[in-house]
């Protein structure tokens, strides 16, 4: 009996072991999948990543040569503005394509953004930059079967044109972000390639540069804060001075930048 009794307390405690082992690595897994998502959230916004963002300038080369961005100052007004714009518009897309990460959600913006958008070089620039944007994603996040069935899918076709707002959504959604996250994100990549843009235009130098980027962030997080959430239907055009700026671009007879 002592025998049968210390067997069956050696078998529970096995037993006990064995369920421990079992829930560690489940627990180790979800941790594991959390960290990789800051991985790739800071990859998407490394300015590394081949997407042809630092070619344009929002504007701001044509608003320079216009002599209505001359100093600091104007470049700080301006970012804002360019923010405001981006969230007031662009926002919107980003966060639905987001939300609903699918290919037929995706289709329907993607028609949409170009219906809405006016300026035939912000338009070029958007396209180009969100083609680039998902033959990147695609290369990089392999793992994600979607991004590969929408690359093969659309590749060549004239239904879509890859427009950059719902391209980043459905990025984003599809990697895992929530929207909050998501929205941030896409404000940041604005603030981030206008101020470049801004120091290779020479208006500041490369640690005014940085000092500017602290300054504004409030500013940015209150543009998310104000228009993130909305649907599409909500998109509008708060700066439209700057989008004449831009369309202006193609004019010029010297220009750095795309766009």
Not at 92 to 108: E, G, H, I, L, R
Not at 241 to 253: R, T, V
């Amino acid at each position: 009996m002592e025998q049968d009794h210390s067997a069956l307390k050696k078998m529970r405690v096995e037993d006990a072991a064995d369920s421990v082992m079992t829930e560690v690595p489940a627990s180790a897994t979800a941790s594991s999948m959390n960290q990789q998502l800051f991985w790739s959230q800071w990859q998407l916004l490394d300015s590394i990543l081949p997407t042809g963002g630092f070619a344009h300038s929002y504007g701001l080369e044509a608003a320079m040569q216009s002599r209505i961005v001359n100093n600091p100052e104007d470049l700080r007004l301006f970012l804002i503005q360019a923010m405001e714009n981006v969230g007031s518009l662009l926002l919107p897309f980003v966060y639905c394509a987001c939300k609903s990460p699918d290919a037929a959600t995706w289709v329907k913006l993607d028609q949409l953004l170009e219906a809405t958008l006016t300026n035939e070089v912000g338009r070029k620039a958007s396209t180009s930059q969100g083609s680039a944007l998902l033959r990147v994603a695609a290369s990089v996040f392999t793992e994600i079967q979607a991004l590969q069935d929408l690359r093969k899918t659309f590749l060549g076709s004239t239904s879509v044109s890859f427009h950059h707002a719902p391209i980043f959504g459905l990025i984003c959604g599809l990697v895992g972000f929530d929207s909050g996250t998501t929205q941030r994100a896409y404000m940041f990549v604005t603030m981030r390639d206008v101020i470049s843009a801004a120091t290779r235009l020479n208006l500041i130098g490369p640690l005014a540069a940085s000092v500017l980027q602290h300054q504004v962030a409030p500013d940015a997080e209150r543009m998310v804060q104000k228009w993130r959430h909305r649907d599409v239907s909500e998109a509008s055009q708060t700066a439209p001075l700057l989008d004449a700026l831009q369309g202006c671009h193609s004019y010029m007879f010297s220009r750095l930048f795309c766009s």
